[in-house]
């Protein structure tokens, strides 16, 4: 192949890549367009996308000007160098060759006009501006916020200055900076380069300091470099207020008199630097620029590296504290500021208070609700008696509270959802998983302390179609917005969509909402086509003038594809409207990594949260509402002045979704997590961290993790009315007793709000691994449980909840039984401490009446072993027959026990052994009475 014909080639195949990605991006966008306009948000979309479109021409046109003027600058001496560069001939070894009409090798410099010189700069401009434009990407919310930022109102302790000038000028300024530097170096390494090859041409010794023009040219960018070099250092003065050198996080005493005074210095040599480079222009003697050069490296070695150590070494150390005082008030203040520790509320909690039959009465509602079932095991059990086919999914159990025949009641509820990964391989067509099988169905729900005989939830909501025990009920069950992965769907076609398994057929149904994007042409078709890559989607037949493609179903994608710049919870979750609709709650974050003094708390140096929105998506049409809970936060006042018509208030959420807002568990471990260091408001005691507080552990299964924040609904002491609240126990630093708990508020007017209950500090009250090791020592729990373990089964022990009655604590843990066969873990067994007494029953209600005696029976049992009966929430149910098995089992235990005891002699054990033994007979004849 010719050389002409293989050039030819390449660029055909260049052109053929370009037009496709270019196709495949025009698609993509159109798409996406198609998509937000459908979800009403076309606004965001275009902002979003005129944003980023405009500050990548505008920086890629600005780097296109700067270059070719740098270029053009340049062009007088190529051409010189062209024209007195030496005449070239090529050499022919062999003299037998005759070349007839030999062209003239010196015709290229005729070639090479001002006008084509100025061509081939425009074009490298071009590629190198679009090229350099890249380098913005994403960066648009940065320029966005700068424009429209909103004053904190808090100014910072060193500078004076807003707070919002460090979370949206400072940014926006850092990224000018940035982008300058590297322009202004680009452009020197280019033109060194062209002053290089142009004195080669000439036959120099490559000094390009040799000729005027290469001289005055470079030594200008130079001079521009280092003036912007000054601003550079102006600008690190504010970084200092991030530092992380000092004994906390942020500007410390070496910071503020050693390292602020090294970058003013600085600042002044760098414009020092850029004026002597100036002025060798005229005087032409490089070693002024040098020595200017050399003079700045030093200084910045001497003033960054050496003083600042100096200072710390034989200033601060010697009297550490007394020095860094002033900025560990700093830290703290500014800390509690950012994580809002600051609006904690203090009370003092009672130690060593026992509680009394009546106290568990009169907190019915309390003992009620508290949570007996664990997310894993229970997701497990779900699995297990739920999920009714191979292609349903829970994927992951949430917690939340109903009003539910006039009681408040904390549930816990998943909602089924499709997964096509689970379908029998021959199954798997395109037909059947883009336009069949299209969505999950229903939800199950159960309360969170109800059990049946068998250790097994009892459920409010079950089955398919949902079956109600309650007045909840749910009359559009479909899901095709959820937690799922299973791409696109393409609703309202001649395929029927399966609805749900019915008899020894199916159900089917046509999609009746508005969540999708119209296939009414054969040009979206063929669009849609392209942008998922599906060729099938072209093909078929089945879609009509009325099919809609409903895409990014994930709620993990879909959210986030509106809005990326704000963070979201780890775990949506489903909630039940009055209209019996599941609409999902997910928690939303602003977040930033600027705040001064702050100190951060993840990897990537965020040190500054607000859930600032709620957002709410509608499981079967997918709309997507995004509402303020933190009306003060001014990042997201600036996210509301970008997208106006974006967020909407609080008050405008219908008010059966507000009902079920509460605090974000992710948000609330952060803030326990900072709290353990920065409850202490004096400087001296937070520099000897003499009262630092530790998360607690928890045995869960057989291993010690760290203790979780869990939901329960209690009355807080000194209030009047059950609340749903979300729980943290503290440890003292190096002990497992319990210092305090912090509890965040989530219902009315009171959500949002924490207290924090302290102990007296020379009284013991038992922490978490404190209770679980008195549970191990407990001689007849730790033998009922070894005992299990031989028998094919293994104990799952659950979660620890420490409960505030009144004012006084309870301590509660379930066991579940799971066998070797089954993979579906059984409620038998809950251990119940308080004070000195610790106890494991079959039922909490057992538990409570053993250690507080019969006094402590509520008037209205808990169905513990008993199915809930409708309108007969009044009476008391038999106990089931599993629990009198379980009794018989235990006493025959007891017996043995005994038996063995007197074998050995051990006369206190025997009696003791009967004692147990009487205790559980007389429980097997209350049980097996009438």
């Not at 009370?347 to 009394?356: E, K, M, V």
Request: proline share 6%; glycine share 6%; with cysteine.
């Amino acid at each position: 192949m010719q050389r002409g014909s293989r050039f030819s080639l390449g660029l055909f195949i260049l052109l053929t890549v370009f037009v496709f990605s270019l196709v495949n991006w025009g698609t993509g966008l159109y798409v996406d367009w198609l998509w937000f306009s459908a979800l009403h948000y076309p606004q965001v979309f275009i902002t979003k996308l005129l944003s980023e479109i405009g500050l990548r021409a505008a920086i890629g046109f600005f780097m296109f000007l700067f270059l070719m003027v740098n270029l053009l600058l340049t062009r007088k001496s190529v051409l010189q160098a062209i024209k007195s560069a030496k005449p070239f001939r090529p050499v022919f070894p062999d003299d037998d060759v005759i070349t007839i009409n030999q062209p003239s090798y010196d015709s290229w410099r005729e070639q090479i006009t001002p006008g084509r010189l100025t061509a081939i700069f425009a074009v490298i401009s071009l590629v190198l501006g679009f090229l350099y434009s890249a380098t913005v990407t994403g960066q648009w919310t940065t320029v966005l916020k700068f424009v429209q930022q909103t004053a904190f109102g808090v100014a910072d302790p060193i500078f004076n200055k807003d707070i919002g000038f460090y979370i949206f000028s400072l940014p926006f300024y850092e990224l000018i900076y940035r982008l300058l530097a590297s322009a202004i170096f680009i452009n020197i390494l280019l033109v060194a380069l062209v002053y290089l090859v142009t004195d080669t041409a000439r036959g120099g010794l490559t000094k390009i300091f040799r000729f005027p023009a290469a001289r005055y040219h470079l030594s200008a960018l130079a001079a521009l470099f280092f003036i912007l070099k000054s601003w550079g250092y102006w600008l690190n003065r504010f970084g200092l207020l991030y530092s992380t050198g000092g004994v906390v996080h942020g500007a410390g005493y070496t910071d503020i008199h050693a390292t602020l005074l090294a970058y003013q210095v600085l600042s002044v040599i760098s414009l020092i630097t850029a004026l002597v480079i100036i002025a060798n222009i005229f005087l032409n003697k490089f070693r002024l620029t040098a020595y200017a050069i050399g003079g700045l490296l030093l200084a910045s070695v001497v003033l960054g590296g050496l003083y600042p150590a100096v200072i710390q070494k034989f200033v601060v150390l010697p009297n550490e504290f007394n020095r860094e005082a002033p900025y560990i008030a700093n830290n703290i203040k500014l800390t509690q500021q950012a994580y809002q520790l600051d609006t904690i509320e203090q009370r003092d909690f009672p130690a060593g208070r026992t509680l009394q039959p009546k106290d568990i009465q009169e907190n019915r509602n309390t003992v009620e609700n508290i949570r007996l079932w664990d997310w894993q095991p229970l997701q497990q059990t779900y699995s297990q008696l739920q999920e009714m086919r191979l292609y349903y999914e829970f994927k992951s159990i949430d917690i939340d509270r109903y009003e539910i025949g006039g009681r408040y009641r904390q549930v816990m509820l998943a909602v089924r959802e499709m997964n096509q990964e689970q379908l029998p391989q021959q199954a798997k067509t395109w037909i059947n998983q883009r336009l069949k099988y299209t969505h999950g169905y229903g939800i199950a729900m159960s309360p969170v302390n109800e059990v049946s005989g068998e250790g097994l939830p009892q459920f409010f909501l079950k089955d398919i179609p949902p079956v109600p025990a309650t007045d909840i009920k749910v009359t559009r069950p479909e899901i095709y917005y959820g937690e799922s992965d299973d791409g696109y769907v393409i609703v309202n076609t001649k395929t029927e969509e399966f609805d749900y398994p019915k008899g020894d057929g199916n159900a089917y149904s046509k999609y009746e909402g508005s969540g999708g994007v119209r296939v009414n042409s054969f040009l979206r078709k063929l669009l849609f086509a392209i942008n998922f890559a599906d060729y099938k989607l072209l093909l078929t037949g089945d879609i009509t003038n009325d099919s809609q493609v409903l895409f990014y179903r994930n709620i993990k994608e879909r959210v986030p594809k509106i809005a990326p710049f704000l963070s979201y919870d780890s775990d949506p979750y489903p909630v039940i409207n009055q209209k019996g609709e599941i609409i999902w709650l997910w928690d939303a974050y602003t977040v930033s990594d600027r705040y001064p003094y702050s100190e951060p708390f993840d990897n990537r140096g965020n040190n500054y949260i607000r859930n600032s929105v709620k957002v709410t998506v509608n499981a079967y049409n997918g709309e997507v509402n995004f509402y303020i809970a933190d009306t003060r936060d001014p990042i997201l006042q600036t996210y509301s002045k970008i997208f106006p018509s974006m967020f909407k208030s609080l008050a405008q959420m219908p008010a059966d979704l507000r009902d079920h807002i509460r605090y974000p568990e992710d948000l609330f471990l952060v803030q326990c997590r900072m709290y353990t260091l920065y409850h202490m408001t004096d400087p001296q005691v937070f520099y000897n961290r003499e009262d630092k507080w530790t998360l607690p552990t928890e045995k869960v299964g057989t291993e010690e993790k760290p203790m979780e924040p869990y939901y329960t609904i209690t009355v807080l002491p000194g209030e009047q009315k059950p609340e749903y609240i979300l729980i943290m126990p503290f440890n003292p630093q190096n002990k497992k007793n319990m210092i305090a708990w912090l509890a965040a508020r989530s219902d009315g007017e009171n959500y949002g709000k924490m207290v924090v209950y302290e102990f007296p500090k020379q009284e013991l009250v038992y922490g978490p691994m404190q209770i679980e090791a008195r549970i191990d020592q407990d001689t007849t729990i730790s033998q009922q449980l070894t005992l299990w373990d031989q028998r094919g089964s293994s104990v799952l022990r659950g979660n620890l909840l420490i409960i505030p009655i009144k004012d006084s604590l309870l301590y509660v843990e379930p066991l579940y039984l799971q066998s070797e066969q089954s993979k579906m873990p059984e409620l038998r067994r809950v251990i119940v401490a308080h004070g000195e007494k610790i106890v494991m029953e079959p039922t909490l209600e057992l538990a409570l009446q053993r250690i507080f005696g019969e006094g402590a029976a509520l008037p209205t049992p808990i169905k513990q072993g008993a199915p809930p009966q409708t309108g007969q929430t009044g009476q008391e149910q038999p106990a089931p027959q599993a629990t009198i098995k379980e009794l018989a089992v235990e006493a025959n235990r007891l017996y043995e026990e005994a038996q063995t005891k007197l074998k050995n002699g051990d006369w206190a054990g025997y009696g003791q052994s009967l004692n147990a033994l009487k205790e559980v007979l007389n429980k097997l004849q209350d049980q097996t009475n009438p």
